[in-house]
């Protein structure tokens, strides 16, 4: 692939020199800030607060209640402790809920009038507002087809939707992908149809506090039948200080449709820990797929641990009809704290669900992140492919469950789980539940640890390669399963962040 | 950490009347320091993580629940084998049935009697390695044996031992409930071999405490009976130093509950731990539970778990094992292998194999398995002419061959193996 060699080379040779310097040096590339002036919610939760973001988002009252009643389920319930992470004390009256630039007051009746400022901060993250663009760092992809390069992107500033891509476009094919609050305003039925269907609202103690206090997110919809004509991708940004993100995405393919959705997120350098709780609840009805695609780039603290996002957040997709199949491909690079599980319920006969995930923690990061497969029809199949990274203090641990239940007949799993340590002040874990109640089904479980092989490493060097870039080429390689699962567009962005993280880690 | 209400009331109920037995100063203070601890702690509740798998409400309940007897038809295993006997009944030491408690290379001695002693080796290790065993996860049930055992046997090894102690737990009585707490010291360069057999009673509490010395060699074998109601919880806690080896292999077939807790800290380099087991498992009421933590705290050492399970008619098979590889303990080599043979579609096998790793330069492996026999193995079986039990049987046996393998000695291995296949032979 040409665009392989040709990544770096993005945005001005200028700025990617002085980036590349900033990343040397084992700088965070999107920490800076957009100075812009913003509404907030007072500090705090209440049911104020619950119903302020509601009206915020000009809600029907059976949203307000439903938030209202996840509310009072999140009083009586506590902060779970089994993760293999340690953080100081949440302050949850000591964050805004909402947050919002003073430019989105009034809603912008297309791109064009979003504030310039706005658009320029994606601009600078390499997430253009523009139809005719593509996603930054393919310019390599230019020889494709324009239809197969076409991304639709959602774009989150803190709690509120700056602007969809492609809206028109994408309606032309019957695909519904607009925000949250839009789609609770424009398309009631659907949302309460499936909202809350695949996470309930007490589901668990950060997904029930979004469920109160979500301010906005993604919404698609995909009618029976239909290829989405692009890839769909949502875009967050923390900027705003104090604040906390909850977001919420709901993806629903109909049957016999297919969508391919990514999500990138980042957020600026601050001294004081950001909280971020989302929910994404994706139904997949009969031969329906499902490809869900993460590149994780919070920002994950300084060197001493200070700062940094933490990231709490309840992903599921619901395979309920025969055939449904889902995908979920993250990789992880930021954030201070994750705690994130992306799972699949495989409801329907011959579903199927894969887990593809690279974790890299570096520095002071801790990352407990894992999956579930459910196997509840007859003849499912799942497949899990983790691979963990730990450099310097962090703490990297692999958690997840694989659960054949009594009538998923003739069902299959397969684990891989392997963990790098480089360095010998990090950890790798891996606390794997196995739970087997069926005889025909059959679970593989494997895993290992291992650190960078010297033969390989020795290899490298002896071909005139510099340490680090030894280094980051046989971390590659031991990535290489989940990377190619990416879509292309992040398969890049993949690369190179797989590079940065381990940034430094040798010698 | 105040603990929930429903395991205060628990613990009190059980706890309720216990008054702790009289013995040498040092037994006195081991015995109220464990009483605190399970105070402390708490007994186990369904709710914790530790017992996802398995409800301890039997093994917790104040009274014992009633457990027949079963009638031995077949000769005890081990008959053949040249041993120092030591023979509990319902718990209590029966000294007619035992041998002289007398082996070269051996100190052997009844719990209750060195408790009674005022300078004794055993008060360096008597719910000492216990304790130590307590963290990361609790196991207040080991504490509490601690706390009011008073049967068992200490066992110093002085030089290589003539012949092995073989520990013959009867049962005799429907209610009976009882603690036998071992202690072993194995010194540098000396080696034993423990045998452990039998029932015990209709509930049993064992807890075994085995020190390894500098080059010492323990070996383990145990065969936990083959009665379909007792239920047991047994802890081992094992502390092996440099040069050492630790080789353990437990045979259940059947019981009610069995929670077998395996905890090995390697603290000396170029240390070997192996802990086994091979489990057949028939009906409802059959639940098995290997829980097994192996602590890394050495350089250059091996550790291998592994657990293989046979199960039908409803039987549940649990595996919770754990190597945790500390910072520093680099070069260590862990394998954990946990495989189920589910026969039908009823049984269950529940598995939560685990690593926890702060060493960088370290080779750690699990995995974990379950699914049916193999059709095509049978078929090939059956069409040289095998009915289908002999080579459902013949498969089982091959299944499990992996666990058995790790007994060393050819004479036990075999003496196993041959009464393994009898049972087999027996069930179908």
Same mark, same amino acid.
């Given at each position: 692939?040409?665009?392989?060699?040709?990544?770096?080379?993005?945005?001005?040779?200028?700025?990617?020199?002085?980036?590349?310097?900033?990343?040397?040096?084992?700088?965070?590339?999107?920490?800076?800030?957009?100075?812009?002036?913003?509404?907030?919610?007072?500090?705090?939760?209440?049911?104020? @607060?619950?119903?302020? @973001?509601?009206?915020?988002?000009?809600?029907?009252?059976?949203?307000?209640?439903?938030?209202?009643?996840?509310?009072?389920?999140?009083?009586?319930?506590?902060?779970?402790?089994?993760?293999?992470?340690?953080?100081?004390?949440?302050?949850?009256?000591?964050?805004?809920?909402?947050?919002?630039?003073?430019?989105?007051?009034?809603?912008?009746?297309?791109?064009?009038?979003?504030?310039?400022?706005?658009?320029?901060?994606?601009?600078?993250?390499?997430?253009?507002?523009?139809?005719?663009?593509?996603?930054?760092?393919?310019?390599?992809?230019?020889?494709?087809?324009?239809?197969?390069?076409?991304?639709?992107?959602?774009?989150?500033?803190?709690?509120?939707?700056?602007?969809?891509?492609?809206? /028109?476009?994408?309606?032309?094919?019957?695909?519904?992908?607009?925000?949250?609050?839009?789609?609770?305003?424009?398309?009631?039925?659907?949302?309460?149809?499936?909202?809350?269907?695949?996470?309930?609202?007490?589901?668990?103690?950060?997904?029930?506090?979004?469920?109160?206090?979500?301010?906005?997110?993604?919404?698609?919809?995909? %009618?029976?039948?239909?290829?989405? %004509?692009?890839?769909?991708?949502?875009?967050?940004?923390?900027?705003?200080?104090?604040?906390?993100?909850?977001?919420?995405?709901? @993806?629903?393919?109909?049957?016999?449709?297919?969508?391919?959705?990514?999500?990138?997120?980042?957020?600026?350098?601050?001294?004081?820990?950001?909280?971020?709780?989302?929910?994404?609840?994706?139904?997949?009805?009969?031969?329906?797929?499902?490809?869900?695609?993460?590149?994780?780039?919070?920002?994950?603290?300084?060197?001493?641990?200070?700062?940094?996002?933490?990231?709490?957040?309840?992903?599921?997709?619901?395979?309920?009809?025969?055939?449904?199949?889902?995908?979920?491909?993250?990789?992880?690079?930021?954030? /201070?704290?994750?705690?994130?599980?992306?799972?699949?319920?495989?409801?329907?006969?011959?579903?199927?669900?894969?887990?593809?995930?690279?974790?890299?923690?570096?520095?002071?990061?801790? /990352?407990?992140?894992?999956?579930?497969?459910?196997?509840?029809?007859?003849?499912?199949?799942?497949?899990?492919?983790?691979?963990?990274?730990?450099?310097?203090?962090?703490?990297?641990?692999?958690?997840?469950?694989?659960?054949?239940?009594?009538?998923?007949?003739?069902?299959?799993?397969?684990?891989?789980?392997?963990?790098?340590?480089?360095?010998?002040?990090?950890? /790798?874990?891996?606390?794997?539940?196995?739970?087997?109640?069926?005889?025909?089904?059959?679970?593989?479980?494997?895993?290992?640890?291992?650190?960078?092989?010297?033969?390989?490493?020795?290899?490298?060097?002896?071909?005139?390669?510099?340490?680090?870039?030894?280094?980051?080429?046989?971390?590659?390689?031991?990535?290489?399963?989940?990377?190619?699962?990416?879509?292309?567009?992040?398969?890049?962005?993949?690369?190179?962040?797989?590079? @940065?993280?381990?940034?430094?880690?040798?010698? | 950490?105040?603990?929930?209400?429903?395991?205060?009331?628990?613990?009190?109920?059980?706890?309720?009347?216990?008054?702790?037995?009289?013995?040498?100063?040092?037994?006195?203070?081991?015995?109220?320091?464990?009483?605190?601890?399970?105070?402390?702690?708490?007994?186990?509740?369904?709710?914790?993580?530790?017992?996802?798998?398995?409800?301890?409400?039997?093994?917790?309940?104040?009274?014992?629940?009633?457990?027949?007897?079963?009638?031995?038809?077949?000769?005890?295993?081990?008959?053949?084998?040249?041993?120092?006997?030591?023979?509990?009944?319902?718990?209590?030491?029966?000294?007619?049935?035992?041998?002289?408690?007398?082996?070269?290379?051996?100190?052997?001695?009844?719990?209750?009697?060195?408790?009674?002693?005022?300078?004794?080796?055993?008060?360096?290790?008597?719910?000492?390695?216990?304790?130590?065993?307590?963290?990361?996860?609790?196991?207040?049930?080991?504490?509490?044996?601690?706390?009011?055992?008073?049967?068992?046997?200490?066992?110093?090894?002085?030089?290589?031992?003539?012949?092995?102690?073989?520990?013959?737990?009867?049962?005799?009585?429907?209610?009976?409930?009882?603690?036998?707490?071992?202690?072993?010291?194995?010194?540098?360069?000396?080696?034993?071999?423990?045998?452990?057999?039998?029932?015990?009673?209709?509930?049993?509490?064992?807890?075994?405490?085995?020190?390894?010395?500098?080059?010492?060699?323990?070996?383990?074998?145990?065969?936990?009976?083959?009665?379909?109601?007792?239920?047991?919880?047994?802890?081992?806690?094992?502390?092996?130093?440099?040069?050492?080896?630790?080789?353990?292999?437990?045979?259940?077939?059947?019981?009610?509950?069995?929670?077998?807790?395996?905890?090995?800290?390697?603290?000396?380099?170029?240390?070997?731990?192996?802990?086994?087991?091979?489990?057949?498992?028939?009906?409802?009421?059959?639940?098995?539970?290997?829980?097994?933590?192996?602590?890394?705290?050495?350089?250059?050492?091996?550790?291998?778990?592994?657990?293989?399970?046979?199960?039908?008619?409803?039987?549940?098979?649990?595996?919770?094992?754990?190597?945790?590889?500390?910072?520093?303990?680099?070069?260590?080599?862990?394998?954990?292998?946990?495989?189920?043979?589910?026969?039908?579609?009823?049984?269950?096998?529940?598995?939560?194999?685990?690593?926890?790793?702060?060493?960088?330069?370290?080779?750690?492996?699990?995995?974990?398995?379950?699914?049916?026999?193999?059709?095509?193995?049978?078929?090939?079986?059956?069409?040289?002419?095998?009915?289908?039990?002999?080579?459902?049987?013949?498969?089982?046996?091959?299944?499990?061959?992996?666990?058995?393998?790790?007994?060393?000695?050819?004479?036990?291995?075999?003496?196993?193996?041959?009464?393994?296949?009898?049972?087999?032979?027996?069930?179908?």
């Amino acid at each position: 692939m040409a665009a392989l060699d040709q990544v770096e080379v993005k945005d001005g040779v200028d700025q990617d020199t002085v980036d590349a310097v900033a990343e040397l040096s084992g700088n965070y590339k999107y920490g800076w800030e957009t100075e812009i002036e913003m509404d907030y919610a007072p500090k705090g939760v209440n049911p104020d @607060i619950v119903r302020l @973001i509601s009206g915020k988002n000009e809600e029907p009252s059976w949203m307000t209640d439903w938030r209202l009643q996840a509310f009072a389920r999140w009083e009586q319930i506590e902060e779970p402790t089994w993760a293999m992470v340690n953080y100081p004390d949440i302050d949850f009256q000591d964050i805004h809920y909402y947050a919002r630039p003073k430019s989105m007051e009034e809603k912008p009746k297309s791109l064009d009038d979003v504030d310039p400022k706005l658009l320029a901060t994606y601009d600078k993250l390499g997430i253009p507002l523009k139809e005719q663009a593509i996603l930054a760092g393919v310019e390599g992809a230019e020889a494709m087809p324009a239809e197969g390069r076409k991304v639709a992107v959602d774009a989150v500033f803190d709690s509120v939707s700056v602007g969809t891509t492609f809206q /028109a476009e994408l309606k032309k094919a019957g695909v519904i992908f607009c925000s949250i609050s839009e789609a609770i305003r424009e398309y009631p039925e659907l949302v309460k149809k499936y909202l809350g269907t695949v996470v309930p609202a007490t589901d668990n103690f950060y997904a029930t506090l979004n469920s109160a206090v979500f301010s906005d997110g993604s919404f698609v919809y995909v %009618p029976p039948g239909v290829r989405c %004509p692009m890839e769909l991708s949502t875009y967050f940004r923390i900027n705003a200080e104090n604040t906390g993100q909850f977001e919420r995405t709901l @993806i629903i393919a109909d049957k016999g449709s297919y969508v391919s959705y990514l999500e990138g997120c980042t957020a600026p350098k601050r001294d004081t820990a950001q909280l971020h709780a989302a929910v994404v609840e994706i139904i997949v009805e009969e031969d329906a797929e499902v490809k869900y695609s993460t590149v994780q780039n919070w920002y994950p603290g300084d060197a001493d641990g200070n700062g940094g996002i933490y990231n709490f957040v309840t992903k599921r997709a619901d395979c309920r009809g025969d055939r449904s199949k889902v995908m979920w491909t993250q990789v992880e690079t930021g954030s /201070a704290v994750t705690w994130k599980y992306p799972s699949c319920i495989l409801r329907g006969d011959e579903s199927q669900g894969e887990f593809y995930s690279i974790a890299i923690a570096n520095n002071m990061q801790q /990352a407990d992140t894992g999956t579930k497969m459910v196997h509840l029809g007859k003849n499912t199949k799942s497949r899990i492919v983790s691979k963990g990274i730990s450099a310097g203090k962090a703490q990297n641990t692999y958690r997840g469950l694989v659960s054949m239940h009594p009538k998923a007949k003739d069902s299959r799993n397969y684990t891989q789980c392997d963990s790098l340590l480089i360095g010998d002040k990090c950890g /790798a874990h891996t606390v794997p539940y196995i739970e087997v109640k069926n005889n025909s089904s059959r679970v593989e479980h494997e895993a290992t640890t291992s650190k960078v092989d010297d033969d390989q490493l020795f290899y490298c060097r002896s071909r005139g390669m510099d340490e680090e870039e030894a280094v980051a080429l046989v971390v590659n390689g031991f990535c290489k399963e989940v990377l190619q699962a990416l879509p292309m567009e992040f398969a890049m962005e993949a690369q190179a962040l797989v590079a @940065i993280s381990l940034e430094g880690s040798v010698g | 950490m105040a603990l929930p209400q429903v395991k205060q009331d628990a613990t009190a109920a059980r706890l309720d009347g216990i008054t702790l037995p009289q013995g040498a100063s040092w037994a006195s203070h081991a015995r109220k320091n464990a009483l605190s601890r399970v105070n402390a702690m708490g007994l186990p509740h369904r709710r914790d993580e530790y017992w996802k798998f398995t409800d301890p409400v039997t093994l917790v309940q104040p009274d014992a629940p009633k457990a027949a007897v079963f009638q031995q038809d077949e000769a005890p295993l081990f008959e053949d084998v040249d041993r120092v006997k030591v023979v509990f009944v319902d718990g209590v030491f029966d000294a007619a049935q035992s041998s002289d408690l007398v082996a070269e290379g051996l100190e052997i001695e009844r719990l209750a009697d060195a408790l009674a002693t005022d300078i004794h080796w055993a008060k360096d290790l008597y719910g000492v390695l216990e304790t130590r065993g307590q963290m990361p996860v609790a196991r207040p049930l080991a504490a509490l044996n601690t706390a009011t055992a008073t049967d068992g046997v200490v066992i110093r090894a002085t030089g290589k031992a003539q012949k092995p102690v073989s520990l013959i737990y009867l049962h005799q009585n429907e209610t009976s409930d009882a603690v036998i707490h071992n202690v072993i010291r194995v010194e540098a360069g000396a080696e034993v071999t423990l045998l452990e057999t039998g029932p015990a009673a209709a509930r049993f509490s064992k807890v075994l405490e085995v020190d390894v010395a500098d080059g010492g060699k323990f070996h383990h074998v145990r065969a936990q009976g083959r009665d379909h109601e007792r239920r047991a919880v047994t802890h081992c806690f094992a502390r092996i130093d440099s040069g050492s080896l630790f080789k353990s292999f437990t045979l259940t077939v059947n019981g009610s509950l069995t929670r077998n807790e395996c905890v090995i800290e390697i603290v000396g380099d170029e240390a070997i731990a192996h802990v086994a087991g091979a489990c057949v498992g028939d009906g409802k009421d059959f639940h098995h539970d290997d829980t097994v933590f192996v602590t890394h705290d050495a350089v250059n050492c091996e550790s291998r778990q592994v657990f293989k399970k046979v199960l039908r008619n409803g039987a549940v098979g649990v595996f919770q094992g754990k190597i945790l590889v500390k910072e520093g303990a680099q070069k260590t080599d862990g394998y954990q292998i946990s495989q189920s043979l589910l026969l039908d579609g009823d049984s269950q096998f529940l598995a939560k194999p685990e690593l926890e790793i702060y060493a960088d330069d370290v080779a750690c492996s699990h995995g974990s398995t379950s699914g049916a026999i193999d059709e095509t193995a049978l078929f090939y079986l059956r069409s040289r002419g095998i009915d289908h039990t002999t080579a459902t049987n013949l498969l089982t046996l091959a299944f499990l061959a992996e666990a058995l393998e790790e007994i060393e000695d050819d004479v036990l291995a075999g003496a196993l193996q041959d009464q393994l296949e009898g049972w087999l032979a027996r069930r179908s």
